[in-house]
């Protein structure tokens, strides 16, 4: 089974925090991504790789940075954490190429910043 | 811009009974639609997906299809069961630009006794 892992269910931070969130896919995946979800607006892309130490913008990246060292591993950085940013992260992999790839996730982060 | 619109926003019906949800999209070039199951404090799993040629696809008591002149696609849940209960979410592909989404708000189904 496709399994990836991110490494909190729950995380409760202070405003102006340094945050991280981990991400571990075990298939081996070139194609990483982070995406919030927050109600009546679905996912929104943040940021994502297509390769170690590769990173792009997605649809809302302000605020946040990533870090991608090894190929099953994409951390998403909140440099100081405002209560804005309080949300669901969901953390993707999928193979590489276009067309028909699934993508696999996440069991999701529930990051509330107080 | 790439959209996805789904409707309704959210359902309730009686177990056992059939409902039916909607995608429409303005994602260009097309590359195929999923839709997506997602569990509360779950991560999204993929149902099924169409692709341009389908018209429809089942898999098991969900039955996708796909209009793409229309851009609409359905996805049917017959004889539902309290296991149902979800969000289910329309995810758009367009070819180039990687493997970016677009996804649809989702519809919150509730099956209740």
């Known amino acids: 089974d496709v399994k990836v892992t991110q490494s909190s269910r729950y995380l409760v931070k202070r405003t102006g925090e340094k945050v991280f969130l981990e991400c571990v896919q075990d298939?081996?995946?070139?194609?990483m991504f982070w995406y919030r979800q927050d109600p009546g607006l679905g996912l929104r892309l943040i940021y994502f790789s297509y390769d170690v130490k590769m990173k792009e913008k997605g649809d809302i990246p302000e605020g946040y940075s990533v870090s991608r060292e090894k190929k099953e591993r994409f951390s998403l950085i909140l440099e100081s954490a405002s209560t804005n940013q309080t949300s669901m992260y969901l953390c993707?992999?999928?193979?590489?190429?276009?067309?028909?790839?699934?993508?696999?996730f996440g069991q999701g982060t529930r990051l509330t910043v107080v | 811009k790439n959209q996805v619109e789904q409707s309704p926003q959210s359902l309730i019906i009686l177990e056992g009974k059939n409902c039916t949800l909607q995608c429409n999209y303005t994602v260009s070039p097309f590359s195929n639609l999923r839709w997506y199951k997602q569990d509360t404090g779950r991560g999204p799993v993929s149902l099924t997906i169409m692709t341009f040629s389908e018209n429809t696809k089942s898999n098991g008591r969900y039955t996708a299809t796909l209009d793409a002149d229309t851009k609409q696609s359905s996805l049917h849940i017959t004889a539902s069961q309290l296991s149902d209960s979800a969000s289910y979410i329309c995810?758009?592909?367009?070819w180039g630009g990687g493997n970016k989404l677009t996804f649809g708000t989702g519809t919150q189904l509730k099956v209740e006794l």
């Open positions: 993707a992999s999928s193979p590489p190429g276009v067309g028909n790839t699934e993508a696999f």
């Open positions: 995810v758009v592909s367009a």
């Open positions: 298939m081996d995946h070139e194609n």
